[in-house]
C-alpha cells in the first residue's frame, strides 16, 4: 500500500537535495530526513489507496491491490496511513526543522485531497500531481538550509517538468484503462497528438531547466555533459511520439525514456559533486 517504487524514489530525491545544499553533510540530520520523508510518502500513498479503493476495482493495473482485493480492511488502512503521516512530520519538524514538515504536509495535502479527487474531474489533474511529487528534493535543500533558496527551487521545478512527459506517456498507454475508472487524461480530452506534443514541450523546457545548476555553481562540467544528452535524447523520444502516427510503441519508449532520464541525471549530479 505504500508504493515502495514512488516512496523509494521520492526518498532517493530528498536526499539527493540534502546532499546538493552546501555544507558539511550531518548523518544524523540525514537519516532523519529519510525516515520522515518515507513515513510521510507512506502515509501519502496509503492515504491515496484508501480513497482510491473502490476505483481501483475497475483497473485492470490496480485491481489486485490490497484494498479493493479485500485483503486489507479499509479502517486498518486507515490508522495505518494516519500513523505514517503524523510521525513522518513530527519527525521532520521536532528533529530537522519545521519549514521541511510543512512542506511535507503540503505535498501530502496536495496529493491525497486536491489531486486525488481532481483526476476524475479534469486532466489537469496532471499538473496538481506534478507538486507533491516534486517536493522531496526542496524538502531535502530546507532539512540542510532552515530555507527556500533557488537552488531547491530549481530542483523542485525540474521535477515538476519531468513527470509531465511521464505521465503523459502513461496515460497514452493506459488510455483505456484510466476511461474505465473515470480518471481524466490529456489525451482523452484533447487527443493523443496534441498530448504527444505537450509532452515533447515540457523536454524542451527541461532542458534549460536541468543546465541552471551549472551557471548556479551547484554543478560542474561533467553534469554538464550528462544533462546536456540526457535532454536531447528526452527531448528527441519525445518528438519522434510527435511525428508517429499511434501512440502504442513510441509511447513506451516515452515512458521508458523518462525512467532513464531521472537516475541517470541524478547520478551524474552525485558524481560531478563528488569530483568537484
Known sequence: MTKPSITGMCVLMAGGG???APGLLD?????????GTTLIVAGSCVLNMYFERHHDKKMARTSHRPLPSGRIEPKDALMFALFCSLSGFLILGLLLNWLTAFLGAAALVSYVFVYTPMKRRSWTALLIG???????PL???TAFTGQIQWPGVVLFLMMVVWQIPHFIALSLMLKNDYEKAGIKTLPASHGDWV???????????LLPLSLALVPMRMAGLLYFCVALALGVW????ALKGVIAPSRGRLSHQLFFASLIYLPVLSLGLVVDLLVL
Not at 540530520?29 to 529519510?34: A, D, G, S
Not at 498530448?195 to 523546457?205: E, H, M, N, P, S
Open 130 to 136: 506534478t507538486i507533491p511529487g516534486a517536493m522531496p
Open 195 to 205: 498530448a504527444k506534443l505537450q509532452a515533447l514541450g515540457y523536454t524542451l523546457v
Open 27 to 35: 548523518i544524523f540530520e540525514l537519516f532523519y530526513l529519510l525516515i
Open 139 to 141: 524538502m531535502g535543500w
Open 234 to 237: 528526452f527531448a528527441f523520444v
Open 18 to 20: 540534502y546532499w546538493l
